[in-house]
T-cell receptor, first 110, second 114 residues
Framework: QKEVEQDPGPLSVPEGAIVSLNCTYSNSAFQYFMWYRQYSRKGPELLMYTYSSGNKEDGRFTAQVDKSSKYISLFIRDSQPSDSATYLCAGRGSNYKLTFGKGTLLTVNP | EPEVTQTPSHQVTQMGQEVILRCVPI?????FYWYRQILGQKVEFLVS????????KSEIFDDQFSVERPDGSNFTLKIRSTKLEDSAMYFC????????????FGSGTRLTVV
């Protein structure tokens, strides 16, 4: 079973839409969860970081973690064309290794 | 905003040659990492480094790979004898501590083995 599963998309939405991106994971040891944004041929850029279950909001972005169902989500409100990128979810336990999903390609159309 | 710097941005090498990929982590960070991403695949963990030694490595990080912090600012990944399947984007990352926070990634080095 893959440790982190993510629908690769592509996902295409109109500007201003609310975007919902989701991942599931299988490793019960994961305590830390991250969302990264990656533009083509660039490095991952940290968007959101959460510890354990709960919600975290930062501007237009909200991250949710439900450890009971091993489900993590990222919501983007008022999406902009500049949000067009690949979004990567990642988790890790108490060790150093981040385990990434394959990423969801998002396009926000003007 | 502080950033992780990687050089070169693109390296082409012949199979069997040695390559060294270079990184300058964020100055007050203590933990350093290498990840790689084969085209169309996931970002994969290679190795983590703390206090001048490897703290964890993946199955990918075999004897062909080594890491070094030769001075107070650089962090390098060496591949001794490159194979075609080593072609990938290699990302360096750093973090202030491992207990919390996400990692800051560099823009990557695209390694092409021909």
């Amino acid at each position: 079973q893959k440790e982190v599963e993510q629908d690769p998309g592509p996902l295409s939405v109109p500007e201003g839409a609310i975007v919902s991106l989701n991942c599931t994971y299988s490793n019960s040891a994961f305590q830390y969860f991250m969302w990264y944004r990656q533009y083509s041929r660039k490095g991952p850029e940290l968007l959101m970081y959460t510890y354990s279950s709960g919600n975290k909001e930062d501007g237009r972005f909200t991250a949710q973690v439900d450890k009971s169902s091993k489900y993590i989500s990222l919501f983007i409100r008022d999406s902009q064309p500049s949000d067009s990128a690949t979004y990567l979810c990642a988790g890790r336990g108490s060790n150093y290794k981040l385990t990434f999903g394959k990423g969801t390609l998002l396009t926000v159309n003007p | 905003e502080p950033e992780v710097t990687q050089t070169p941005s693109h390296q082409v090498t012949q199979m069997g040659q040695e390559v060294i990929l270079r990184c300058v982590p964020i100055s007050n960070h203590l933990y350093f990492y290498w990840y790689r991403q084969i085209l169309g695949q996931k970002v994969e963990f290679l190795v983590s480094f703390y206090n001048n030694e490897i703290s964890e490595k993946s199955e990918i990080f075999d004897d062909q790979f080594s890491v070094e912090r030769p001075d107070g600012s650089n962090f390098t990944l060496k591949i001794r004898s490159t194979k075609l399947e080593d072609s990938a984007m290699y990302f360096c990352a750093s973090s202030p501590r491992t207990g919390s926070g996400g990692y800051t990634f560099g823009s990557g080095t695209r390694l092409t083995v021909v």
